[in-house]
């Protein structure tokens, strides 16, 4: 039986979990981005199983449709939004999912809060640089400013925590936020997403994608945030309008933004949030831990190994 195994970037898929149920596999393991009509079909050509990294590559209806040999399609994580799940039932293709990733992508967040709030890669850059000017920024504190969470699932939750240790006015908004969790959380329930946007100076994204948060901030939305405001986003591109996002930074309008994850994945070399100097961007490493990775990848080998003895795997419905 052949695996194949994508976007393996630090190589750590064969490293993080015991294979040796499936020593007599094929298995193969791609460290780099494979797109459609650059390299992908072939790699995946003859796989009865296929392991997908997250949401790095699509497989809608047409895509698994170039499959005939998969039979099993393993996404790590819960979920995964890539997926045509549809029309992989339909092609007699099981889906099935991984234990999800913790809070690491909460953490991230919040880090790429403190490094806009202190300038830290600016520092640390001229620091290694042997800068002539000591200290070139002149950096915020987070106490006693305002927080806005949008979406307040378990990551959303997390987010405010952080926000309540480090002494900031925690506010939240989400559609299925009720008084309840809110109070628990120590947090200011705010009725809608005008109201949350216009008092926050920080506004950290912890929705899903959906048709109804598909560019739930676009350039009506941005401007109602206080000038010099932060964004950070290490939930879903989409729920930002892109180019309204970086008319908003390079206006001035917002002051920063801290970003984990974009439209297109590798992001291109010539895309302003590779050069803007108001956006630390980093490369989607939300879930990229030692600690995630252990609970992927035996993930995987399970799933793989059930599937194969004909026991329940964790199957993902449309």
């Not at 149920?21 to 494979?34: G, Q």
């Not at 392991?51 to 994580?77: C, I, K, Y």
């Not at 640390?124 to 070139?136: D, E, I, K, S, Y």
Request: one cysteine or more; charged letters at 20%.
């Amino acid at each position: 039986m052949r695996i194949a195994i994508l976007d393996d970037y630090q190589r750590q898929a064969m490293a993080m979990a015991d294979w040796s149920e499936l020593n007599d596999c094929d298995i193969r393991v791609s460290d780099r981005h494979l797109r459609y009509g650059e390299g992908l079909e072939g790699f995946l050509s003859g796989a009865e199983v296929v392991v997908a990294m997250r949401e790095r590559t699509p497989f809608d209806d047409r895509t698994l449709a170039m499959l005939p040999d998969l039979r099993l399609l393993v996404t790590t994580g819960a979920s995964n939004a890539a997926i045509d799940l549809v029309a992989a039932q339909r092609l007699g293709i099981t889906v099935c999912g991984t234990p999800g990733g913790g809070i690491a992508t909460a953490e991230l967040a919040f880090g790429l809060l403190l490094s806009l709030m202190r300038h830290i890669p600016t520092e640390v850059a001229g620091l290694r640089a042997g800068n002539p000017q000591w200290q070139q920024t002149l950096g915020r504190e987070l106490a006693g400013r305002s927080l806005g969470i949008l979406g307040f699932g378990r990551l959303g939750q997390a987010m405010a925590g952080y926000g309540r240790a480090f002494g900031m006015q925690v506010r939240a908004w989400s559609r299925s936020l009720d008084a309840r969790t809110a109070a628990e959380a120590g947090v200011t329930q705010v009725p809608d997403l005008a109201s949350v946007l216009a008092t926050s100076e920080v506004i950290s994204l912890h929705l899903p994608l959906t048709p109804a948060t598909h560019n739930l901030l676009g350039a009506v939305e941005l401007g109602l945030l206080p000038k010099g405001a932060l964004l950070i986003n290490t939930a879903r591109a989409g729920l930002v309008d892109e180019h309204a996002l970086i008319d908003a930074l390079q206006s001035g309008h917002l002051g920063g933004a801290g970003l984990d994850v974009y439209l297109t994945e590798p992001l291109e070399l010539g895309h302003p949030f590779r050069s803007l100097p108001n956006v630390i961007a980093t490369p989607h490493l939300g879930y990229v831990t030692e600690e995630t990775y252990r609970r992927y990848f035996p993930g995987v080998v399970e799933a793989i190994t059930c599937w194969r003895a004909g026991r329940s795997v964790r199957v993902l419905i449309p």
